[in-house]
């Protein structure tokens, strides 16, 4: 008997249409997990380096996590591997809602797309029955559009849809995969989606899941919840509204956006501005906010209602997720409202609320700089806001200028050259990063960005707070019940971190303590990728309900695996190494592990290298960040060191 995971997959052959229900090897989940531990293995397994993004040998992977479908709150991630167009290594991009464990309760842990659809399909997954069916009258149609009809023509209103839009038919380098109210954005995935000719995915599952040690489980789970409740009514004082509480609540519950406002920047990542919060900005943008916001919304299995649907007049409802609201405001320099308006179009044609709105401020600089002139916008509006609608409605159709922009600002200034190069500023391995400007160097920040292989927000951001609080006695209360640090020597760190003098930054956290510090943060994410859990209760939060000390029970009681702490650390490391060979293999190496220049206004090259050296050392990796032979082999990647080998990217 399986736990907690199904122990099957759905391959999906899409060019000669064929459909297999394969097992899966439980070994395979001891080692790597599941979600993005297994989706690793396979890609490693199947796709070589020489298969191009837009390959039909190129999978897209639907991992629901491994704990998903259990009764763990907040555990509802379906992480989407393939190799991106935009970056030409793994992107493994996710989303909530309710998809993945809608995939359990249907009988399978993965979907595996591979081949191409010479037309246009969706594919319908109702339990055992699985169809691949014709989707010609869904060309065209908006990604939420397209959940619609799809419920409606199978008469499953309880269905749930993982669809593209134009963009994604488009095969736009920065397409989303939207669902429900929550998507996988990152890295072009819904690009790949639309090259593989698949317009959406539907499942309906009525089955059920084990869990190895029912009595056991459901005891972790009503300790979370009531940690949850403890935290709403204890918020953590000192920081910014986001961290203070659990989930995202600030984007639509509350209303606070100082912080987001005066720290990211607007335009075309550039431009900061203090003071922007004024209590009249407030009062306006709540006004907004209030006239739009219908109704707070959650994902599956979670009580913690970050999203909301939103009614713009005479606009169709969509449900909004996260931030975007606010990147496509602050990139045009506009307000709350026409950010509200936007997104709705935006999500329909299912781009990524990062890169979209970048991508037009770096198009519409260009203009100003006269590198693009009034000859590649032809018709464009006059005003700010209609340039924004006017520029994406071009890029999702890859219509003149737009086709160009497609392929999102590292591809688009290479192809417009003129100095363009100089204007797409604000990106890492390819791939537009947070607006995010800052004056100091902050060490583990610099090397959460140079190493992850993500890059989104909550992979960036972690479990240890983002800057020292200003009083040593501020300091002692926090870390009185920090219970989630794996080790008590974070405490430590975190006490003697002063805003000023010997123990501030740039250099302290010293560069061991940073390496500590950056290891454990991104272990939780590669953990909370693995098991299907949202960062918002985890990896991206200050003393959240899941940490290091409880998972290894949730796994050993959920999956039946025997897990302890250190067997946790062991298998995260070895499938985050897997994915830093995938992408090793794929070229990349230490000249791309750099933040955008101007990201910090004071850079420090010489910390800058010791802490990446130091780093690549603590992680078993050589001088060019590739995993030595050594490392490999304590992992059991015996397989990778030989290929690598053979590949001459390693040496014996
Ligand atoms: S914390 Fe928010 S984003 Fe995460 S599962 Fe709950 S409702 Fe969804």
């Known amino acids: 008997m399986r736990y907690a995971e199904t122990g099957f997959n759905l391959e999906v052959d899409l060019t000669r249409g064929n459909i297999e229900r394969v097992a899966t090897d439980p070994g395979d989940t001891e080692l790597y997990l599941g979600g993005l531990g297994t989706n690793a293995k396979i890609l490693w397994d199947r796709v070589p380096p020489e298969v191009e993004p837009f390959s039909p040998d190129n999978l897209l992977i639907f991992g629901a996590g491994l704990l998903c479908g259990t009764p763990a709150t907040g555990c509802n991630r379906t992480i989407v591997s393939t190799i991106s167009p935009q970056t030409e290594l793994m992107a493994f991009s996710m989303m909530g809602g309710f998809w993945a464990p809608e995939l359990k309760y249907a009988g399978y842990d993965k979907v595996i797309l591979r081949g191409k659809s010479p037309d246009l399909v969706y594919l319908w997954i109702n339990n055992d029955n699985v169809e691949i069916r014709d989707a010609s009258h869904l060309k065209g149609k908006g990604a939420v559009e397209t959940a619609e009809l799809l419920r409606q023509e199978l008469n499953e209103p309880k269905a749930q849809v993982a669809a593209i839009g134009m963009a994604g038919e488009n095969r736009v380098y920065f397409a989303s995969i939207e669902q429900g109210r929550s998507s996988a954005s990152r890295g072009g995935i819904g690009a790949v989606m639309g090259d593989k000719g698949v317009k959406a995915i539907v499942v309906r599952g009525t089955q059920d899941i084990n869990v190895a040690q029912p009595a056991e489980y459901m005891e972790l789970c009503n300790e979370v919840l009531e940690y949850i409740k403890f935290r709403e009514a204890n918020y953590i004082p000192g920081v910014i509204p986001i961290l203070a509480r659990l989930g995202s609540p600030q984007e639509m519950a509350i209303h606070d956006e100082k912080w987001h406002t005066e720290n990211f920047s607007w335009g075309n990542s550039r431009t900061r501005r203090k003071g922007f919060w004024t209590d009249e900005v407030a009062s306006d943008w709540m006004k907004t906010m209030d006239n739009v916001r219908t109704r707070l919304i959650s994902c599956y299995n979670c009580p913690l209602k970050c999203g909301a649907t939103i009614s713009n007049p005479g606009l169709p409802t969509y449900m909004m997720k996260c931030f975007t609201k606010l990147t496509y405001t602050m990139a045009a320099f506009s307000d709350l409202d026409f950010g509200f308006k936007i997104a709705q179009r935006a999500t329909e044609y299912g781009v990524d609320g990062y890169s979209a709105p970048q991508v037009m401020a770096f198009a519409l600089e260009l203009y100003e700089n006269g590198i ?281």
């Not at 219509?399 to 591809?411: C, M, P, R, S």
């Not at 061991?512 to 859990?533: F, K, N, P, S």
């Not at 794929?586 to 290298?609: Q, T, V």
């Open 372 to 652: 693009l002139t009034d000859d590649d916008f032809p018709g464009m509006p006059s005003d700010n806001d209609g340039r924004f609608f006017w520029l994406l409605d071009r890029i999702v159709r890859r219509e003149g200028i737009g086709d160009v922009l497609a392929n999102g600002t590292h591809w688009a200034a290479k192809e417009i050259g003129n100095g363009a190069e100089a204007y797409a500023h604000n990106n890492i391995k390819k791939h537009e990063q947070l607006p995010l400007k800052l004056g100091m160097l902050n060490p583990i920040y610099f090397l959460m960005y140079c190493t992850g292989e993500k890059i989104n927000i909550t992979q960036i951001e972690g479990q240890f707070p983002q800057g020292p609080f200003p009083k040593r006695e501020h300091r002692e209360k926090f870390v009185k019940d920090w219970f989630q640090v794996p080790d008590e020597k974070f405490k430590q760190y975190f006490l003697d971190w002063e805003p000023r003098g010997e123990n501030s930054m740039p250099y302290y956290p010293t560069v061991d303590m940073t390496c500590d510090i950056v290891d454990w943060q991104e272990r939780m994410h590669y953990i909370d990728d693995a098991l299907g859990m949202c960062a918002g209760v985890s990896s991206f939060h200050l003393k959240p309900p899941y940490h290091m000390h409880n998972y290894p029970k949730f796994i050993s009681a959920g999956a039946g695996i025997d897990m302890d702490e250190d067997k946790l650390t062991q298998a995260a490391k070895r499938y985050r190494t897997l994915i830093r060979a995938i992408n090793i293999r794929r070229g990349m190496r230490r000249k791309d592990e750099k933040p955008p220049e101007d990201h910090w206004k004071k850079r420090i090259p010489e910390l800058e290298k010791e802490l990446l050296d130091t780093y690549y050392k603590f992680k078993g990796w050589n001088n060019e960040g590739i995993p030595t032979q050594e490392s490999l082999h304590e992992l059991g990647l015996d397989y990778v060191s030989e290929d690598l080998i053979q590949r001459g990217i390693l040496n014996k």
